[in-house]
């Protein structure tokens, strides 16, 4: 009994010290704790993910500087070899967030950086389409943690009204990775026969020991979460957590199957599914088909890799200012279905000019209404997932099975010199998000106002937060 009691006053005391350091800070305290999360987080997780995407797309680049010819791909050949990665990566995620959640980000990120990376280093060896296929599968599998598992670990660090910038100056990765990638694959063409190498050998070489480089750097950089965060002082933990506590509505933070269930059976994910859908099937179509797209308006192969850093440029500013004005504004449809109109018109314009001038500017509206919406999804996922574990599985899920939508977008670019089927494909695509996003925005006022009805009608208030822990977005509290 008296073990008990000491342990009620202990608690309690603690509870109270919490909350005593956080009223000593001024609220305009948030936004300068808020930026120093951001310069010790951002940083390395925008690092990665960059690695990560131009790990997965060189294959385009390696195509225009050699491979194709090398490796025989005729046909579907290289189609096939793109696609491949994508169909290992999807179902990978989900298990790679739980597993997120079970062990310590600081040693788990890291390690698939690790085997991913020495996949990419190997796969400077390969030396026919089928060791291409192999090598692809093993690497859409290891490189599968690192997307959802990044966008899982920002969740515990930012409120949701914080997230959507976030997301997006980690996502702008993807963007700078095109750019750069394009960059890079023009400079390393030129190494063509060292060490008995093709150019396009390098690519994946130089790219992998790049990753694992940085990989086993940040084993001595990451911060787990703000509860260990060592650049955090106390008062500063005190507050990130009661930041988070207050944004979690009092939801369940614990491993449990049940919620894994919830996440699997929520309908509004589906949808949500779709949406992500209908922009990575042309943000990857831009990313593994534009160096080509490029060398078809009658540009040669050295300067198609230079021409198509523009249009990813374009999309990095766009991406981080659209993320920035999301979360002002507090909005995620209308961002989502603004950028969708914008690469609509892009595609419109390559799929009807025959002329190099205006085919080009039509690929960098694609490249300026793509990326930005898919960072503006993501945070629009983990704002609506209700619990700690379900918003893990809600990301992956979505990330997963929209990304999928790859296997698609290594198929449709297959009529040269105009591609109709490709951009036909694709503006069909963003009229599916276009649509899917009306819906999800009529399904989700409409959920609103049904919860705030039964608020009323039974007298629901903060109060009895804790009858509700276990129900995730379905609590009658959750907005």
């Excluded at 023009?186 to 190494?191: A, Q």
């Excluded at 969708?340 to 209404?369: E, F, N, Q, T």
């Excluded at 619990?387 to 670019?413: E, P, Q, T």
Aim: hydrophobic share 45%; net charge neutral.
């Amino acid at each position: 009994m008296n073990l008990s009691v000491k342990g009620s006053i202990d608690a309690n005391s603690l509870i109270l010290e919490e909350k005593q350091i956080v009223e000593e800070l001024d609220p305009a305290e948030r936004g300068r704790i808020l930026r120093k999360i951001d310069w010790h987080l951002l940083p390395f997780v925008t690092l990665f993910y960059l690695l990560a995407f131009l790990d997965r797309v060189n294959v385009g680049n390696a195509k225009v500087a050699g491979m194709s010819t090398d490796l025989n791909l005729t046909g579907f050949k290289y189609n096939i070899a793109a696609a491949v990665f994508f169909i290992p990566y999807s179902f990978a995620e989900v298990p790679s967030n739980i597993a997120l959640k079970l062990f310590r980000p600081s040693r788990w990120i890291p390690t698939i950086m690790i085997v991913w990376g020495l996949v990419m280093t190997l796969m400077c060896l390969v030396n026919s389409f089928q060791s291409l296929v192999i090598a692809r599968v093993c690497l859409g599998l290891t490189e599968a943690g690192l997307f959802p598992g990044v966008n899982y670990y920002i969740c515990h660090w930012y409120p949701r009204s914080e997230r959507s910038k976030r997301i997006a100056i980690f996502f702008s990765a993807a963007t700078i990775a095109g750019a750069f990638g394009g960059l890079l694959a023009y400079g390393i063409e030129f190494m063509e026969g060292i060490g008995g190498l093709h150019g396009w050998q390098w690519i994946f070489c130089l790219e992998g020991l790049a990753t694992i480089a940085v990989a086993c750097l940040s084993f001595y950089f990451i911060q787990d979460y703000p509860e260990t965060a060592t650049f955090l002082t106390e008062p500063e933990r005190a507050y990130v957590l009661n930041m988070m506590k207050q944004d979690a509505d009092n939801l369940a933070t614990h491993y449990n199957i049940q919620f894994v269930l919830q996440a699997m059976k929520d309908y509004k994910l589906y949808i949500q599914v779709l949406i992500y859908m209908g922009f990575v099937v042309p943000g990857y179509a831009i990313a593994l088909f534009s160096p080509t797209i490029i060398n078809e308006l009658g540009y040669s192969s050295t300067n198609a890799q230079l021409l198509s850093v523009p249009p990813f440029v374009a999309g990095c500013f766009a991406t981080i200012m659209v993320g920035i004005y999301s979360d002002k504004h507090g909005l995620r449809g209308p961002y989502i279905i603004g950028g969708a109109s914008v690469s609509l018109a892009g595609y419109i314009l390559l799929y009807s000019s025959s002329r190099p001038g205006p085919s080009y500017v039509g690929a960098c509206l694609a490249a300026i209404g793509t990326f930005p919406p898919v960072a503006v999804i993501i945070a629009w996922v983990a704002s609506n997932a209700g619990g700690d574990l379900k918003r893990g599985v809600a990301l992956a899920m979505v990330i997963g099975l929209g990304g999928l939508g790859g296997v698609c977008s290594s198929f449709i670019y297959i009529d040269p010199p105009r591609y109709h089927i490709g951009h036909g494909t694709i503006m069909g695509f963003l009229s599916l998000a276009i649509s899917m996003t009306l819906l999800a925005m009529w399904d989700f006022n409409r959920l609103n106002k049904k919860k705030e009805a039964q608020c009323q009608a039974e007298g629901i208030t903060e109060d009895r937060s804790d009858e509700f822990t276990n129900m995730g977005d379905a609590s009658p509290l959750f907005r």
